[in-house]
Every structure is written in C-alpha cells, then in structure tokens.
C-alpha cells in the first residue's frame, strides 16, 4: 500500500496492532545482539524493577517503521529520522498499538513529520515523532 505525498493531509494517522510474543523477543534478540538477561531471562527479570521479563524497547519502537513503511506512506518511504521516549514497559503477551499522525507537510522536500505512539491497552508505553519522505505520485 502506498499514500502518495499529494494525498496526505495535516492529522491523517494510520495504526498497526501486534501482540509480543516470546518468539518476537528470542528473535529480536538473535537479530540485535541485545541478550540483556531483563529480556530474555525470567529469574533475573522477577529480581528487577520490572518483576517479569519485558519487550525491547527498539523492539517496541520498529512498530512505528512498520506503520510508515506498509501504511502511511506505505511502500516507498524513506525513514529520516526518530525521536523516541520511553514511558512503559511491555511485557510479554501485550497488545501494542503502534500509531502515527500527520503534523507537518513539506512540499518542497516531500517530507512528512509524524507525531508518533506505542500503546498498550490505551496507555502510552513511547511517544515521539518521525521525519520520513513520501513517495510522490508517478508523473
């Protein structure tokens, strides 16, 4: 799926929902190189400040690239930049809604900012924003 730059107007918002699972975390680990024992090991993570095993924040964090990658723009897009803050955990089992909105349009550099969150039964776990460029409309 693609929205084209011309198309896309100041508040549009597109969202993407998965469930983590222990396979997302086992293989975001294997991908990322990041074996923190809070992720991937039960008894450490019950002795933490979390007091069970939590998600990847970057895991958490790609389900944005996922949204501006496949749903608005969608195909196409090139990822410039992203601010992320991190307000929750995500445990294993968890929902996480991944949600962008349109706040700034730049004609000139088909570039589109995003306001963007992770949520999780309507708790905000990330907020940030995102800067990519859109595709335009082939001539």
């Known amino acids: 799926m693609t929205v084209y730059f011309e198309d896309i107007q100041i508040g549009d918002s597109a969202e993407y929902a998965k469930t983590i699972t222990e396979a997302d975390i086992l293989m975001f680990a294997a991908v990322s190189g990041d074996d923190n024992p809070v992720h991937i090991n039960q008894e450490y993570a019950e002795a933490s400040m979390f007091k069970t095993r939590i998600a990847h924040g970057m895991l958490t964090a790609g389900l944005i690239s996922t949204v501006v990658g496949t749903r608005l723009p969608g195909n196409g897009t090139i990822y410039l930049s992203q601010s992320t803050r991190f ?10 809604t991944a949600r962008v909105t349109v706040t700034e349009l730049d004609p000139a550099k088909k570039r589109v900012k995003f306001a963007t969150q992770c ?8 907020e940030g924003e995102s800067l990519v460029i859109a595709p335009s409309r082939p001539a």
């Open 87 to 96: 307000k929750a955990p995500v445990r294993l089992g968890e929902t996480v």
């Open 119 to 126: 949520l999780v039964k309507g708790n905000v776990v990330l």
